[in-house]
């Protein structure tokens, strides 16, 4: 009976340790899975190691003042005939500020995920072309390579080559003939556009311009040598480009950045894709090593316990002329199929979540890596616990097993201290994970974004802000709005827009950037942004009249703000301050305060309005937002409605650290 009950226990026990280094093997790999996923960005390209982003870096006396992502449109081709040891370039317009509508013969499709290509973009990169010829098919003015995706949405068929789409932007409406079908770009490229309009459509005046930095320049480089020479050299070949006034009193400079460090590298002004972060990457590698080592400390202290009980067995073989080295063995065999068998159940388990989390494919190297390292690390373990059967004399096994622990003492403290610790740790960060995420959203409730949704205006053309009044006129006649407002950014998304600004009494003409934030005279109150001195800007004179925040007044050097006069680029007069912001967080409290400018939204073409803020009486339900569209559908018959509730939109900056302190507990 006591051998049977023996036998039960240590089923029991095996099963427990099985389950048990299934759920951390589970816990583990999502976490590794993840960053395996966050440093595969942009590897798969072929010439991923020889590909370098172009980036634009202005210095001020010897120190660096700025840095952007993008580079200027005159980049590339500068870069190209300095250096021709540069095996090849190709550029990308985004326009930031820009809504793309692409009309077929039936709908008209809002898009987001546009930009222009020059004819290299498919020689440099490794986006797979499906149909079309890879030279040619951007090369020709008013041509368009969609994606598969797209191909499907617009027409039901990939088989498009010919067919004919007209694009609506900024700069116009004009048709494109479609010559490419491109597969969608991957999950892990930094870049995701489902529209590639030709470059050369793009007005001639801004295709080697070199004050609108709104192009992203790649490089292919396989000379590693030339990259410190070609960055260090730059600004005597920009002198030869800016003779304008603008930003004269700094000195343009580039930094070339790997292609493949781009993703995880800290976001920069004009930076639009979703940054990864190196940090929470080490913390959740740290976090995934912490629950196998509370796993394996606990079957370690579990197994050699079973092991100490079945001395007397052990004893009893190694009496009848069984080695020790065949005691190994068994347990070797033993802890391996232990170790395979909870590495087979946490990849079932993988198997069925799967379909639910958000990774994009199967990293079968490091799962077989892992499984590899599971089975090294079981003969380990078996080959350890083994000694401690044989640990007792034969005799005295024979006569009675030991009920003490080998383990007992410096050992077994050192396990469960081991196992305490780390527990205690993750419980702790998690703790101070979730207070901090708390702490900063509370910090952001000074600004106004509950109850708040965004609606996303279609590209600004002539006689739209007619439309736009008509819309919001139509909007006030319902009782669950309580205030609008017109801008071209909302809090939580980066300005992305600047100008070259200045005192109009400085006799040198020195200028620095400033994030330029156009909207109408609601914006700050919708928000319940407050000023610190001075009034906002009005509706009579909002040609000549901006507001500025105190980063703003900092960088200007003044310390009675109200009143200065301006110079602002683009502007033909003078500018007067008319109001000093309080500093507020256009991103989260991770980003410092950056310096902005408020202006009218009909001060500047360069810079339409995106966006129409909509405060209401109450978070609003689906009920209000199908009111809402209707009223859309009126004033913009052939548009689809898009847009976000603010709040939603503005915490997804926490979400890291949300699921770090998930993940830690």
Known sequence: MKTRLWRISYMKSGLYIVIELAVAFVIAMLLLIYVWQEYSFDTFHENSDAIYRVESAFYEEGEKSEQWATSSFGYGVALQQAWPQIDGYTCVGAIHEMGHLVQTDEHVYREERVAYADSAFFRIFSFRLLKGDIGSCLSRQNTVVISAGRALKYFGSTDVLGRSVTVENGYGKQIYKISGVMEDMPENSHLHY???????????SIQDHWYIHECYTY???????LKENIERSFPVIAKTYTTGKVLQNKQWG???????DIHLNKRLPYEIEEKGNRKILVIYISVALGILLIGLANYLNIYIMEAVQRSRKVGIRMALGASRMDIRKDFIC????LFLAAYVLGCGILEILWPYLPFYSVPYVL????????IGLGSFLGWYASGYSWKYPIYSILHEAPDRNPLSG????????LQFFIASFLSCFAFVVCKQIAYMQEEEKSIGVENVYVLKLPPFKQGMEFVVAQLKNRLKENPFVERLSVSSAVPGEEIASFLSNGLYHDTLFRTQPYEMLCCDTSFLALYGLALKEGRNFSDESYRSEVVINEAAVQQLGIKNAVGEKLVVECMDTPMTIVGVLKDYHQLSLENPYTPIMMMDWRCLDLIPPCYLSIRFTKRPDSEILEKVRNVWNITFANVEMSGFYETDFYEAQFKDGQILAVVSA
């Not at 490089?219 to 040598?225: E, K, Q, T, V």
């Not at 580039?254 to 493949?260: H, N, Q, S, Y």
């Open 194 to 204: 489902d529209v590639l309009l030709s470059y050369t459509s793009l007005p001639l």
């Open 367 to 374: 799962l077989i890596c892992i499984g590899l390292f599971f």
């Open 334 to 337: 033993e802890t391996v199929l």
């Open 219 to 225: 490089i292919l480089l396989h000379d590693r040598s």
């Open 410 to 417: 410096t050992k077994v403290s050192c396990l469960v201290l």
């Open 254 to 260: 580039i930094r070339l950045t790997p292609l493949k």
